[in-house]
């Protein structure tokens, strides 16, 4: 057996993973678990000029900045990926994801279709990207107006925005709806555990068949 | 909870699972326990002039026939591929397919690389393919030898045709390695279940998303 190494060792290159959906769609349950039953996945955490919301916590939900300091990065070119909603600024730190990719790791992106749709023109085939669906409108309705710590103007800017967000499901490869929790879970993993199974991304079974053929 | 039929039910095209690997690489174990977990899977079963061999049922492993016969299909458009191999023909009945399709259901393929190739031509967006690879060039060799039913010229003839078989797998989508058979079945059933997920394959999917956008 000392023709090839391990099959587990058939070295790949680094996946690209975008979860988006409208928000009350439970895309940011899923990344928790997601996160925490697969350990070759890593979080991309975005950075944002917003104001902190009371829940939030600063380097786990968002890395906080000012106006300036956003600019100051987005000139040196340390953003993968920029965008402006509502009059914030939010962006992808590009040295984050090199290096995870570097170390072999996986980087997940929960981001809007803007920031999805800059990163697929920058990193094209290594981007696999999954649109998170209520399972019914009067559920994410629901889902939505239930948030107490917001305004009504607040709720209907996201009503607002999920018609938008729901506009470009169709730029997505894969679509999952969660409607029970663990299926969908199931499904976010078979997604990933599938494509890690990609011919095109493993650098390494060129030279593993050469030593399969070799042998024979 | 009326404004759209439940997730489970998007309707979507069927999917034609291609599983191609050299013989002794355990892809006729992975589909036979695939198709005993996958009640939505139905096997494809090839008809072919070859001798049956002791081991083998007519209309389980190979439908057998007369050359006759398979001309006679093969003129009538009745095969969905064909191809020859060694002297002995082997094809795809057309009407089994399109009857599983039309019900929903997904077919299975366990041939060589050359029905692979033509399915793929003739269906190419509903096929998803994938090589099954041995953990090593030894492994595989061992597995070809020991079978005591079949004398040297056939094992010699056999290894030729794993070298062949080998040299096609960069046609597939996918390649899944058979080391431990439980993580090679896993891989697989992934790749079915992310399949399935596929927006593009959703044809229902347009309509469960207006439903969503409607009810907001």
Request: negative net charge; proline residues 3%; hydrophobic residues 40%.
């Amino acid at each position: 057996m000392s023709d090839a190494p391990p099959a587990r060792h058939i070295a790949r290159r680094g996946l690209l993973v975008i979860l988006s959906s409208p928000s009350g769609a439970g895309k940011s349950t899923l990344s928790r678990l997601l996160l925490e039953r697969d350990r070759s996945l890593s979080l991309s955490i975005s950075v944002t000029t917003r104001p902190r919301r009371n829940s939030e916590v600063d380097g786990v939900h968002y890395h906080f900045c000012t106006a300036r300091d956003f600019e100051r990065m987005r000139e040196r070119g340390d953003l993968l990926e920029w965008a402006e909603v509502h009059g914030n600024r939010y962006g992808t730190p590009r040295d984050f994801v090199d290096q995870e990719l570097a170390e072999g790791r996986d980087v997940l992106f929960d981001i809007d279709w803007q920031g999805a749709d800059q990163i697929r023109t920058t990193l094209a085939s290594d981007v696999v990207s999954i649109f998170v669906l209520p399972p019914s409108g009067d559920e994410l309705r629901f889902r939505l107006v239930r948030r107490a710590e917001d305004d009504e103007a607040t709720i209907l800017r996201r009503l607002g925005n999920a018609r938008e967000e729901l506009g470009h499901y169709t730029d997505y490869d894969y679509v999952v709806v969660n409607d029970a929790l663990q299926d969908a879970l199931d499904g976010v993993e078979a997604i990933l555990t599938a494509e890690r199974l990609r011919r095109r991304r493993l650098t390494g079974v060129d030279g593993f068949v050469t030593g399969i053929v070799e042998a024979l």
